[in-house]
DNA sequence: GAAAAAAGTTGAACTTGTTCAACACTCTTA
DNA sequence: TAAGAGTGTTGAACAAGTTCAACTTTTTTC
C-alpha cells in the first residue's frame, strides 16, 4: 500500500486508532512531481500539505536582490508546504521545486481543516508535528547566528548525510547563506 | 482581575467556551521576577511555560566560545519557555532571565500535558500557537540570512519598537547575531 | 555620594565572506 | 555529436563584520 509511509510517519508522531488513521489517511491523494517542476510558486497560495514519498525537493525563496534563499530540503518522509501562505491565505513567498522525479501525497487545505474539527487526534498531530518543527528551527537559528560558516557546512553533512549527497554544492551554499564560490574555498581548506 | 490579559491573549488564537477558558486559566500561578533573576537557567529541565503580565524577558544561550546568543525578548503578552527542554525533558541550553522586574502567569507541564487530554480546545490552542510561532521563525531565518546586519537592526526597530526602547544595544547586538562594537558603528553610520 | 560595574564609542589591524570574471567539467538535449 | 546550460574552481580586489584595547558615559550598589 502506497500510504503505509504517511501511515508509519503519523504514529512516530501520536497515537492513532486504526480507523481515524484510515480516514484521514483517505483524504491524501499521490501526484508525480518531473524534475525542476514546481508544486509551489512565489505569489501563489498554499491550498495544501504535502508529504514526500520518494524524490527531492527544495523549498526557498528569491529576494529583491535576486538571491536564492533556500529554507530547507525535503526528501523521503518529511512534509511540505508554505505554512506561512497555507494559515494566512496570503501570497507564498516560497517556491517549492522537485530536484529529482519525485512522488507526494497531498491532502487539501479544505479537507485538513475540516479534520481538525471533526477528528482530535488530528487536531494533536499537527500540535506535535508543529512543536518539533519550532524546536528545530530554534536550533538552526542558535547555528547560524553563533557557528561560522565552515561549522555551519559540516554540521549540515552530518546532520543531513542522505540530502547532502542529493543537492548541488549552489543549493548547500544558499541553505547556509553563503555564496557558493566561497563554499567552494571552504571544501579545499579541508584538505 | 489578574488573568484578564492572559484571557485575551488566548481568544485572540482559538475560541473557547466560557468554563473551559475559566477551568485552563485556573491551573496558572502568579510570580514575580525581580531584575536579572533568571526563570530558568541553561543545563536545568523545563518544567513549565509561561506567560508575561508585565516587565520584559531575554532568552539566550551561551556557546563554546562564550558568546551570548539571544532567541528573542519577552515583553507583556509573549509567552515563555524552552520548548525543546520542555518537550524533550533534556536539559536546557537556554536561559531565561528578567531584564527588570516582572510579573508572570506560570503552569506546570504536568497540568498542561494533562489538559491536552481533557481539553480539545487547548490542544488546539497549543496548535495554533505553534504554527503562528514556526511562521515566525521562518520568516526570521529568512531575514537572518538575506539582509545585512544593518537591515535587520532596522528591520528589528520597526518591528518591535516597545522591545526595543527596553532592551541593551549589546542585548540587540546578541539578537542580530553581531557584536555589539558593530552595532555602535552602524548606529553612527545611519547620521 | 563615592566607588564599582556595566554600557556605549572609537580606531587600527585583522578575518570572514563577497563579487566578478575567467576557465574547466559534466550533463542534457536537439 | 555539437551546442548549450548548469555546476564547480580559482584568483584578485573588495566589503562586511570581528577583535582587542583604550576611553567616556551612565547606571548600580553600598
Redesign the pocket.
Given at each position: 500500500m502506497t500510504k503505509d509511509l504517511l501511515k508509519k510517519n503519523i504514529l512516530k508522531n501520536v497515537p492513532f486508532s486504526k480507523s481515524a488513521l484510515e480516514e484521514f489517511c483517505s483524504y491524501f491523494y499521490e501526484k508525480s512531481i518531473h524534475?525542476?517542476a514546481f508544486v509551489l510558486v512565489q505569489g501563489e497560495v498554499c491550498k495544501f500539505e504535502g508529504f514526500v514519498l520518494s524524490g527531492c525537493f527544495r523549498i526557498f525563496s528569491i529576494d529583491k536582490?535576486g538571491?536564492e534563499n533556500t529554507l530547507y530540503f525535503a526528501t523521503k518522509d518529511w512534509w511540505l508546504m508554505d505554512i506561512d501562505s497555507f494559515m494566512n491565505q496570503s501570497p507564498s513567498v516560497l517556491n517549492i521545486q522537485a530536484?529529482e522525479d519525485s512522488q507526494v501525497l497531498l491532502i487539501d487545505r479544505k479537507d485538513k481543516l475540516a479534520l481538525y474539527e471533526t477528528q482530535p487526534a488530528v487536531e494533536k498531530l499537527f500540535r506535535v508535528m508543529s512543536q518539533k518543527a519550532l524546536i528545530a528551527w530554534q536550533r538552526r537559528l542558535i547555528s547560524s547566528n553563533s557557528?561560522?560558516?565552515?561549522?555551519?557546512y559540516h554540521k549540515f553533512l552530518t546532520t543531513y548525510p542522505d540530502i547532502s549527497s542529493k543537492?548541488?554544492?549552489?543549493?548547500?551554499?544558499s541553505y547556509l547563506?553563503?555564496?557558493?564560490?566561497?563554499?567552494?574555498?571552504?571544501?579545499?581548506q579541508k584538505k
Open positions: 524534475k525542476k536582490k538571491n530536484l557557528l561560522t560558516a565552515k561549522e555551519r543537492v548541488s554544492d549552489r543549493q548547500i551554499a547563506g553563503i555564496t557558493h564560490e566561497f563554499l567552494s574555498k571552504l571544501k579545499k
